[in-house]
């Protein structure tokens, strides 16, 4: 089955700029990648779905891009703000139908 | 916010117990599931089902037991609670053919086995 790789570490930006967060799968690409917002004690929240031929999805402040060659999704939230601040997990089609899902990247936004 | 709903929401119980989680939504999806995750880790996959009467175990052995004998329910449960089965139990729904495969979380079950 797939193996997903997220930013290790706790990312810590200050408010109103970008933060980027990334997701690497190690098998193969996936008909679709998606991306999911969590916060603490609470289920995840679905974002974002992007395809394989699609090259960037963007929803408000959030723009995600999909590299099949790189096996890479990156995670953009622009013009960030406190609020953002949560763990964002990507999730890819497994056997059957269903999902695995990586380990997060826990993101701080600072005011 | 989604209809998917967990109960209890914290659980504590001695070792050697018999527990039941509830997870029930309102939303007709024919696909559920139970994921299993530890605080800061990934969420595992230990139970799914595409269906009324259909149930199959996920990835992480687990020595739980789900059914499902309506579509709006299903119920995950421990025959004799461990401490290693203190955890965060979070259930979840999808539908088929939308396209999106989007998955509704419930707020979970916080449970910890003394």
């Known amino acids: 089955s797939q193996k997903i790789e997220q930013n290790s570490e706790a990312l810590n930006i200050q408010e109103g700029k970008t933060a980027t967060l990334t997701c690497n799968y190690t098998n193969y690409s996936p008909a679709y990648l998606q991306w999911y917002r969590q916060d603490p004690g609470r289920g995840p929240v679905f974002l974002l779905l992007?395809?394989?031929?699609?090259k960037e999805k963007r929803k408000e402040r959030l723009k995600v891009t999909f590299d099949t060659t790189l096996k890479q999704s990156l995670f953009h939230i622009t013009a960030s703000q406190p609020a953002d601040s949560a763990t964002y997990l990507c999730?890819?089609?497994?056997?059957?139908?269903?999902?695995?899902f990586g380990p997060g990247t826990r993101l701080s936004v600072l005011p | 916010e989604a209809d998917i709903y967990q109960t209890p929401r914290y659980l504590v119980i001695g070792t050697g117990k018999k527990i039941t989680l509830e997870c029930s939504q309102t939303m007709g999806h024919d696909k559920m599931y139970w994921y299993q995750q530890d605080p800061g880790m990934e969420l595992h996959l230990i139970h799914y089902?595409?269906?009324?009467?259909?149930?199959e175990k996920g990835d992480l052995s687990s020595e739980s037991t789900v059914s499902r004998i309506r579509t709006e329910h299903f119920p995950l449960t421990l025959e004799s609670a461990r401490p290693s089965h203190t955890s965060q139990y979070l259930c979840?729904?999808?539908?088929?053919?939308?396209?999106?495969?989007?998955?509704?979380f419930g707020p979970g079950t916080r449970l910890t086995v003394t």
């Open positions: 999730a890819l089609p497994d056997y059957g139908q269903n999902f695995v």
């Open positions: 992007i395809r394989e031929n699609e």
């Open positions: 089902s595409y269906g009324v009467n259909s149930t």
């Open positions: 979840a729904s999808s539908v088929s053919g939308t396209g999106l495969n989007e998955q509704y």
